[in-house]
């Protein structure tokens, strides 16, 4: 069962344009992270969300939480080639450390 | 992912041979982390250790994969009698005390190709 569903999975953009790319589910998350991997590395942390509501901004990203606690946004403002990788949400588990991931929105930005 | 490190980096095999996977966390953390990384899948937990425990294996196939992370030493995921479907890239990540929220570094991964 998938807990977490990403939304687009693959996006192929200019240089310059603004995306956004979403994570949901049907259950309420206690505290969501968002992850960035580029082609032949792991997951690098990007941010983690908390409270329902939430924003936080990481100089062209933008991260939202739902105000129920059940989906994130993230917004790219004027995306860079450096931008491109696969961008995925996750979650704990009831002890929180057995992470569930999305399968991931895969991000190509073109110069 | 800085700190986390794993080798190989790439690892061919033929069906039938084995796999050792090796992983040297942070340093400092003292749990460790598997999971494996499928392309139509995604990313998955396999198990869980820390210093001479599993502490969490439920993600992990019950047959033909282990895991250790002896007191000295790096942790090592074992997978013998390889089969074409065990292809995936495997990733470690670590922590320093395994609490809930707390974030978990991953290493760049191992990438296993069974032929």
């Known amino acids: 069962t998938q807990l977490l569903e990403q939304s687009p999975q693959f996006l192929s953009i200019q240089e310059g344009e603004n995306l956004t790319v979403y994570c949901n589910s049907s259950?309420?998350?206690?505290?969501l992270q968002w992850y960035r991997q580029e082609p032949g590395e792991g997951p690098v942390l990007l941010v983690t969300?908390?409270?329902?509501?939430e924003v936080k901004k990481l100089k062209r990203l933008t991260f939202q939480f739902g105000d129920a606690r059940k989906d994130s946004s993230l917004h790219i403002t004027a995306a860079q080639p450096g931008d491109t990788g696969l961008y995925l949400c996750?979650?704990?588990?009831?002890?929180?450390?057995?992470?569930?991931f999305g399968k991931g929105t895969l991000l190509t930005v073109n110069p | 992912n800085a700190g986390v490190m794993q080798n190989p980096r790439h690892l061919v095999r033929r069906r039938g041979q084995e796999a050792r996977l090796r992983c040297s966390p942070m340093?400092?953390?003292?749990?460790v982390y598997w999971y494996r990384q499928l392309p139509e899948e995604g990313l998955k937990f396999m198990v869980y250790?820390?210093?001479?425990?599993?502490?969490?294996e439920s993600g992990m196939p019950k047959e033909r994969f282990s895991a250790e992370f002896p007191k000295e030493g790096p942790s090592i995921l074992r997978i013998q009698q390889v089969v074409r479907g065990d292809s995936a890239a495997y990733f470690c990540?670590?922590?320093?005390?395994?609490?809930?929220?707390?974030?978990?570094?991953f290493g760049p991964g191992t990438r296993l190709l069974v032929l």
């Open positions: 990540a670590s922590s320093p005390r395994g609490t809930g929220q707390e974030t978990q570094y």
């Open positions: 259950s309420v998350f206690s505290s």
């Open positions: 969300v908390v409270t329902g509501g």
């Open positions: 996750g979650r704990g588990g009831g002890s929180n450390y057995k992470l569930t």
């Open positions: 340093k400092g953390h003292s749990h």
């Open positions: 250790l820390q210093k001479e425990n599993i502490i969490d």
